[in-house]
């Protein structure tokens, strides 16, 4: 039991979120019955699959494994690196920008144990290169599911209009990742003998798999319960080892989320700064990005501007920056288990958005 409550006592952002929801809740007009439905439980319960399946690989031991294999193969830090950005951008791009961290984060991480690879880091560049490369596909992350289901186009059609920012966006990080590493030898520690587990690999893998398939055919609850009912019966350690409190955060967002766009002075703003012209608007989405997350600001902003390829270009940009730009951000920061990372991520991040923005808008008057 005090494995499991710990970690909500030390979550400070958890804690920072508690406090801001009471203070919105005091001058928002809400009813409480209205609360649950303002979480976004597909997220949750997608979120909770992944953090039981990706802990179950982890605590198989084939992340040692594999870590070890890539060390061999990748002798310098700037190729590895390279190597790793580029596959998190393009498994964001078909597996979502969510689903990509939670298969190479805890790879990464084993890289700290072996190597003296500046791991943290690393996890900042693939960060930063899920947001870039789940920008190009209608699937890549939420907030272009939502503005494809919107703007009524074809999945080439989407994939076109954003080709443009996420190929440039893409080439800069690339770059910025081979200045950022050192192309030196990768120095390897003393390691003792990898013993993994296959049996509870291959459990993992297994329902790995079949949790994918129940999301897209819309059974992700069942499958969330067989899960979690696999685990229990065969390897229970896996569900007491998991950051549970990472949930409550993600909840305790959609509920501030909620609250804040309740706000009478925020809905009057929004109405007026519909009829302004396409850089406010760019500039609406960014700022709203950085300041709600761009997945909630995407729902606020269709409710008053057309979802056009403008706002899906500055709603993924939005992404960079601030920490609460993209859920995907606070995921790899959370699972890199380095409170120096919240600040290091910042030092990329927030100039990554400056030249995204800027590139960006360049591009849209060069293009349009």
């Given at each position: ?8 006592l ?6 920072l ?18 609360l649950?439905a303002?979480i976004?439980?597909h ?5 909770c699959g992944l953090?039981?399946l990706?802990r ?9 494994v594999l870590?070890?294999?890539?060390i061999?193969r ?6 590895l690196a ?6 998190a951008a ?5 597996l979502t920008?969510d689903v990509?961290l939670?298969?190479l984060v805890?790879l990464?991480?084993?890289?700290r144990q ?7 880091r690393?996890?900042?560049?693939e960060a930063?290169?899920v947001?870039?490369?789940s920008?190009?596909t209608p ?11 919107k703007g ?8 076109w209009?954003?080709l443009p ?11 910025l990742?081979?200045?950022s ?9 003393a390691q003792q ?6 049996s509870l ?5 297994a ?11 819309k ?7 067989a ?8 390897a229970r350690?896996v569900?007491?080892q998991?950051d ?9 967002m959609?509920?501030d989320v909620?609250?804040?766009t ?7 703003g929004?109405?007026?700064l519909a009829q302004?012209?396409?850089?406010v608007?760019?500039?609406l989405a ?5 300041a ?6 995407t729902i606020?902003?269709?409710?008053f501007l057309?979802?056009?390829a403008?706002?899906a270009?500055?709603?993924n ?8 730009g ?11 288990q380095?409170?120096?990372i919240?600040?290091?991520?910042h030092l990329f991040?927030?100039?990554m958005?400056a030249w995204?923005?800027?590139?960006g808008?360049?591009l849209w008057l060069?293009?349009?």
């Amino acid at each position: 039991m005090a494995t499991l409550i710990k970690p909500f006592l030390h979550d400070r952002l958890l804690h920072l979120l508690l406090l801001l929801g009471l203070l919105l809740a005091c001058f928002a007009p809400f009813h409480w019955r209205d609360l649950p439905a303002a979480i976004d439980w597909h997220t949750i319960v997608t979120l909770c699959g992944l953090l039981m399946l990706t802990r179950g690989i982890e605590a198989s031991g084939y992340f040692d494994v594999l870590g070890r294999k890539l060390i061999r193969r990748f002798r310098h830090e700037r190729a590895l690196a390279l190597f790793m950005v580029a596959g998190a951008a393009l498994l964001s791009t078909f597996l979502t920008n969510d689903v990509a961290l939670f298969i190479l984060v805890p790879l990464t991480l084993t890289l700290r144990q072996a190597t003296t690879l500046p791991v943290t880091r690393l996890i900042i560049f693939e960060a930063l290169a899920v947001n870039a490369g789940s920008m190009l596909t209608p699937i890549g992350n939420p907030q272009n599911i939502l503005l494809w289901g919107k703007g009524g186009v074809s999945f080439g059609a989407f994939m076109w209009q954003m080709l443009p920012p996420t190929a440039f966006i893409m080439l800069s990080l690339m770059l910025l990742t081979a200045f950022s590493f050192r192309p030196r030898a990768i120095q390897q520690q003393a390691q003792q003998p990898v013993s993994w587990q296959r049996s509870l690999l291959w459990l993992s893998v297994a329902l790995y798999l079949m949790f994918i398939a129940a999301l897209e055919l819309k059974l992700a609850a069942w499958a969330l319960l067989a899960i979690a009912g696999a685990y229990l019966l065969l390897a229970r350690r896996v569900l007491l080892q998991i950051d549970w409190s990472l949930l409550v955060v993600f909840m305790a967002m959609f509920v501030d989320v909620h609250l804040l766009t309740r706000l009478p002075a925020l809905q009057q703003g929004m109405q007026s700064l519909a009829q302004a012209g396409e850089g406010v608007h760019f500039l609406l989405a960014l700022g709203l990005s950085q300041a709600i997350s761009n997945v909630p600001a995407t729902i606020l902003l269709l409710q008053f501007l057309p979802a056009n390829a403008l706002l899906a270009w500055a709603v993924n940009i939005g992404g960079f920056g601030l920490l609460p730009g993209s859920l995907a951000n606070l995921i790899a920061l959370r699972m890199a288990q380095d409170r120096r990372i919240w600040w290091q991520f910042h030092l990329f991040s927030v100039p990554m958005l400056a030249w995204a923005a800027l590139s960006g808008w360049l591009l849209w008057l060069l293009l349009r």
